[in-house]
Nanobody, 134 residues
Framework: QVQLVESGGGLVQPGGSLRLSCAASGATLDSYTIGWFRQAPGKDRDGIAC????????YSIDSVKGRFTISLDNAKNTVYLQMNNLKPEDTAIYYCSTVAEGSGPGTSWYLNLGQCPGPWNDQWGQGTQVTVSS
């Protein structure tokens, strides 16, 4: 089973950039669908982007399209989220996950991720905090 660790968050001014990393161990990511999610204070977790190189999937939700880019580095077994032109409303804890083999306990659907709604594994790590503030 693949284990994922998020990193790369921080405090950045509006308009700034960050690159988040989701490093995997236990399995190679090239056969997985991997997604980035975020949870702002007091709000539900939302899916924001997903990728599957083998299936040709690279999808971002409208609110981040053109600003965020998801990519997979097979050599480093890491998925990145390049975030440009950050806005205060991007402030959240960011998480990564993989699509589960089947639905049921421990999985959730994120229907806003159009090309990859799930089911997603619902076991979350600590995530990485992104704060956008002047």
């Amino acid at each position: 089973q693949v284990q994922l660790v998020e990193s790369g968050g921080g405090l950045v001014q509006p308009g700034g950039s960050l690159r988040l990393s989701c490093a995997a161990s236990g399995a190679t990511l090239d056969s997985y669908t991997i997604g980035w999610f975020r949870q702002a204070p007091g709000k539900d977790r939302d899916g924001i982007a997903c990728i599957n190189d083998q299936d040709g999937i690279n999808y971002s939700i409208d609110s981040v399209k053109g600003r965020f880019t998801i990519s997979l580095d097979n050599a480093k077994n890491t998925v990145y989220l390049q975030m440009n032109n950050l806005k205060p409303e991007d402030t959240a804890i960011y998480y990564c996950s993989t699509v589960a083999e089947g639905s049921g306990p421990g999985t959730s659907w994120y229907l806003n991720l159009g090309q990859c709604p799930g089911p997603w594994n619902d076991q979350w790590g600590q995530g990485t905090q992104v704060t956008v503030s002047s």
